[in-house]
């Protein structure tokens, strides 16, 4: 069995009459630290010293516990407490952050990152490497792929950052969140990345900006030209109100601008392709919303161009719903194959 991931706990302080015992004359005991919806630690990730809780019994004091609260620097305790978090968690009594509910049977443990409210559902048993995909948009719907790799031992992680299209502000939110679950929680530092709809512009461009932190791109429908949709330029119908939305997040001047913008996902794929970054989409052969001629068909040209690897799975007649696979047993594969490895 893998053992799950380390996760930053808050620490505590010494007796009374501010002594340090050792371990002659003391016992240390790991105290569950608090995870509500307040916490008793920020859920950003920091670089400054680490504020562990623990609880010290002494023997002269016996059956009192003293939680005076004390700053000692990361490095001090680094060793000690990985040590603490590794026995707890094969104990199984190490926790998530956040507030935690069920998820189809998995624990979901929702907290805030930055700003946003994220949700991470860890699987009942941790594949090696923790890996994890992370779903750009719309959460939980239709989640079959997620579940299945829920099952092979990945976390499914979320960041809400609004509808703000991929724009530099997401992808710097999208960031911290990263930092946070791979330096505090020590999931992968290479991710799957999930976009659904426009979750592709989000996906597409934060793999864009951090190639070496991605493992496999999986997109469901995904937008990969804005000016597709929602721009509504080309045979699609795109949509008013989230172009002017779009306009307003990447701080255009004007349309003018948007429109000769050259990083939108389609043209921006040589830095994926040098990264060897694979990619499977799954789409509606006729989807009316994000027409595959000017998203995912662009994007597997130029990609096999660039000497990128794409698979695409296309559903013959299919609209741009309903997303996934009922059976999504090739996503599933296509991910563990190009993962497990990496």
């Known amino acids: 069995m893998a053992m799950g991931p380390k996760l930053p706990i808050s620490l505590a302080g010494m007796c009374r009459n501010r002594t340090h015992p050792t371990p002659k004359d003391a016992t240390t005991v790991l105290k569950t630290a608090e995870h509500t919806s307040t916490h008793s630690l920020p859920l950003h990730y920091s670089e400054f010293p680490l504020l562990v809780r623990i609880t010290i019994l002494c023997p002269h004091k016996r ?16 060793t000690m407490a990985a040590g603490i978090l590794f026995a707890s968690t094969a ?3 190490t926790q998530l952050p956040g507030i935690t509910q069920d998820y189809h049977g998995f624990n979901l443990h ?3 990152v930055d700003g946003c409210e994220c949700s991470l559902v860890e699987p009942k048993t941790t594949a090696k490497g923790n890996p994890w995909i992370w779903r750009m948009e719309f959460f939980d719907h239709r989640p079959m792929a997620d579940l299945a790799l829920l099952e092979r031992g990945y976390y499914v992680a979320y960041m809400n950052v609004g509808n703000t299209f991929g724009a530099p502000s997401a992808i710097a939110h999208l960031d911290k969140f990263f930092q946070m679950v791979t330096r505090q929680i020590h999931l992968n530092r290479k991710v799957v990345l999930e976009g659904f709809s426009r979750g592709g512009l989000y996906a597409y461009n934060f793999a864009a900006k951090y190639p070496g932190r991605v493992a496999a ?40 601008t948007a429109l000769d913008y050259k990083l939108n996902p389609v ?13 499977i989409h799954v789409i509606g052969g006729a989807d009316e919303v994000v027409p595959v001629d000017e998203n995912s ?17 296309s559903k013959p007649g299919g609209k741009h719903h309903p997303h996934s ?16 490895a990496r």
Request: with cysteine; hydrophobic share 35%; glycine share 10%.
């Open 63 to 78: 059956g009192h516990e003293h939680d005076e609260i004390l700053n000692y620097n990361s490095n001090m305790f680094t």
């Open 91 to 93: 104990q199984g009594t």
């Open 110 to 112: 929702r907290f805030t």
């Open 217 to 256: 791109i999986y997109g469901d429908a995904p937008v990969c030209d804005f000016k597709s949709w929602p721009g509504g330029k080309g045979k699609g119908p795109g949509s008013k109100d989230d172009w002017k939305s779009l306009l307003t997040c990447y701080e255009f001047a004007n349309e003018q």
């Open 267 to 279: 043209d921006n794929l040589a830095v994926l392709a040098k990264a060897r970054i694979p990619i």
């Open 297 to 313: 068909k662009v994007i597997e040209e130029r990609y096999k161009k660039l000497g990128g690897f794409i698979q695409v799975i």
């Open 325 to 340: 696979l009922d059976d999504p047993t090739p996503i599933v594969d296509f991910i563990l194959s190009h993962t497990l």
